[in-house]
Structures are given as structure tokens and as C-alpha cells.
């Protein structure tokens, strides 16, 4: 079955560490984001690539990195530099752009700093 | 720049009730138009979509949604909900041109008996 897989489920971080969350897919899609869902505020867009090696920074970048080495994967590093990380973290990706735009979401990784 | 406004947070609604989930955008240029389902911690599942063509757009589950661009709204609809529709919905847009999807911050809905 084709999808996007994110793992792990569920993640907990101590302050002051980095954290690299996964997401993979294998729909062929060329553009893959993150999104940060907290409760009240929807989705807000982190980092998203539109092809392979490249990427742009969305709304709240900030303490958040990420890379692109392969259609497939679009793993995203929360450092220790973002000061509130517990949140629940979606991946999603697309064929492209403007009608192609339609988003396929991840089942999602929720992070807890404790 | 595009936006996307869901008035309500919240809508309790009665099982077999109809519902309607209100979603306004801003955009200068034309749009494409998705609602999307959540179900709890769980990622979001495409509902409806508009690209263009016939302005009453019919999805999964029996939701609907009218694209009227005079009045820049995409308000999601159903005739008579069920238990099982209690979730969180949220509506996003893209601009023409655009790459990236806008989505409003979601109505969460309960069905109560």
C-alpha cells in the first residue's frame, strides 16, 4: 500500500537534546512538509521541499532543521534550540504544486520534552 | 498573501441533526479548496477537494461543500450526522500558483445522541 509512514508514535525528549523525527513515503510524491499542530492553533507549516536537495523554511523554522538526500525521506531534527517542542508533528506530502497540491498526511509523531 | 478563517472552534450537533462548518479565505487570486478530517491522534484524511468546474463539491462519508467565490467562503456540509463523525475538520487553500497549503486553525465537531 502506498503512504506515508512517520516514526516513532510517540517521542520524549530531555531538555537540551536534539531529536530527529522520520517520515517516509512511497506515493512518488516530489514535495514533502512538516507541519506543528497545537491544540487551538491548526497547523503551521515548518519546512517544505519541492524536490530533492532543496528545501525552504514555512512559518516557524526556528529551532527546527531538516534535509532531503531522497525523494523518499524528509527527516526533521528538533534542536535544542526550539524553547516549546511538545507538540504533534505531521508529515505530508504532494505531487507538486497549484491543482497538485493536495496533501497525504502521516499518522503523526507526538514529542514530549520532559 | 492567502488565509484561511474557521469562525467556529467548536459545534455540538445533535446525531441525525444537518451541520454546517463555516470557512472563509482570502485570497486575490483563484484558489483551490480542501477540507480535511482528524480523527484523535491521528493525521488528517483529505474529505473534499476544489480545483475548479462545478461550485458544489461531493466528498467522503456524504459531506459536501459550496465554493462561492462572490462571498469567499467553502462551508462543509451534511445533511444528518452520526456518532462517528465527531472529529476535527479543517479547511486549507492554495493559491493558483502557490505550493504550499493554508490551513485555518479547525472546528471541532460533536455529535451528541
Known amino acids: 500500500d502506498g503512504g506515508i509512514t512517520q516514526s516513532p508514535k510517540y517521542l520524549f525528549r530531555k531538555e537540551g537534546q536534539n531529536v530527529t523525527l522520520s517520515c517516509e513515503q512511497n506515493?512518488?510524491?516530489?514535495?514533502m512538509y512538516w507541519y506543528r499542530q497545537d491544540p487551538g492553533q491548526g497547523l503551521r507549516l515548518i519546512y517544505y521541499?519541492?524536490?530533492?536537495?532543496?528545501?525552504q523554511k514555512g512559518d516557524i523554522a526556528e529551532g527546527y532543521s531538516v534535509s532531503r538526500e531522497k525523494k523518499e525521506s524528509f527527516p526533521l531534527t528538533v534542536t535544542s534550540a526550539q524553547k516549546n517542542p511538545t507538540a504533534f508533528y505531521l508529515c505530508?506530502?504532494?505531487?507538486?504544486?497549484?491543482?497538485?497540491?493536495?496533501?497525504?498526511f502521516g499518522q503523526g509523531t507526538r514529542l514530549t520534552v520532559v | 498573501a492567502q488565509s484561511v478563517t474557521q469562525l467556529d472552534s467548536q459545534v455540538p450537533v445533535f446525531e441525525e441533526a444537518p451541520v454546517e462548518l463555516r470557512c472563509n479565505y482570502s485570497?486575490?487570486?483563484?484558489?483551490?479548496l480542501f477540507w480535511y478530517v482528524q480523527y484523535p491522534n491521528q493525521g488528517l484524511q483529505l474529505l473534499l477537494k476544489?480545483?475548479?468546474?462545478?461550485?458544489l463539491v461531493k466528498g467522503i462519508n456524504g459531506f459536501e461543500a459550496e465554493f462561492n467565490k462572490s462571498q469567499t467562503s467553502f462551508h462543509l456540509r451534511k445533511p444528518s450526522v452520526h456518532i462517528s463523525d465527531t472529529a476535527e475538520y479543517f479547511c486549507?487553500?492554495?493559491?493558483?500558483?502557490?505550493?504550499?497549503?493554508?490551513f485555518g486553525t479547525g472546528t471541532q465537531l460533536k455529535v451528541e445522541l
Open positions: 505530508a506530502s504532494s505531487r507538486g504544486s497549484g491543482v497538485n497540491t493536495e496533501a497525504f
Open positions: 506515493l512518488n510524491h516530489d514535495a
Open positions: 521541499s519541492q524536490i530533492v536537495n532543496d528545501f
Open positions: 485570497s486575490s487570486v483563484s484558489v483551490y
Open positions: 476544489y480545483l475548479s468546474g462545478s461550485t
Open positions: 486549507a487553500v492554495v493559491t493558483g500558483g502557490g505550493n504550499k497549503l493554508t
